[in-house]
């Protein structure tokens, strides 16, 4: 079972709470892939003529975890622009990550809810969604904690059952 995890991190935060994800997805028996969203002009928030240098496909994996920091209040343009530039994910089960340095009512959990109507629509079936507070230093047991959670929600023999063809 493959898993992939593609993700937009400016300052470096998402990148690594998707590592945890990572090493928690392969406890759970993923090969994992992560793969870092870049794009040809600098991002800002709310950007609508983002360019993605790469388009990671999706089509090969069982499962994906998308996610980047809330810019804005909102989920960032770079990850939105990922979503909006592949075609589906039909039979596929899913998770979004977010990482905020507000309170997380203020832009994770819309950020959040954005992601899963995007993958909701491509035909994933998301089965988990994590924001992660980061301002300045990260705590790590909470992270680890919502990495695991990640991996219990998407394991093959725990988790929910896959998505419909
Ligand atoms: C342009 C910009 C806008 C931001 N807007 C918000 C915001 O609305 N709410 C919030 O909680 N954090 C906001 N942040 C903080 C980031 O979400 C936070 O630092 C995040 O962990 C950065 O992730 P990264 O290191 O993966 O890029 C913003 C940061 C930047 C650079």
């Not at 959990?109 to 992601?115: G, I, M, S, Y």
């Not at 992660?132 to 695991?148: G, I, T």
């Amino acid at each position: 079972m493959k898993a992939s995890i593609v993700v937009f991190s400016q300052t470096g935060h998402t990148i690594f709470f998707a590592r945890a994800v990572a090493e928690h997805l392969g406890k759970v028996g993923y090969d994992v892939d992560i793969e870092l969203l870049r794009t040809r002009k600098f991002a800002r928030p709310h950007a609508r003529d983002i360019e993605l240098r790469k388009i990671p496909d999706p089509s090969q994996y069982d499962v994906i975890v998308v996610g980047g920091p809330v810019w804005g209040f909102e989920v960032n343009p770079v990850t939105a622009a990922y979503l909006d530039s592949i075609e589906t994910l039909k039979g596929k089960r899913a998770a979004a990550i977010a990482t905020h340095a507000l309170p997380k009512a203020l832009g994770c959990t819309r950020a959040l809810r954005r992601l899963t109507g995007k993958l909701e629509a491509l035909g994933a079936q998301v089965a988990h969604t994590e924001g992660l507070h980061w301002l300045f230093s990260v705590n790590r047991r909470r992270m680890e904690e919502a990495a695991k959670r990640i991996a219990e929600r998407l394991s093959p023999i725990t988790g929910s059952p896959p998505a419909p063809k």
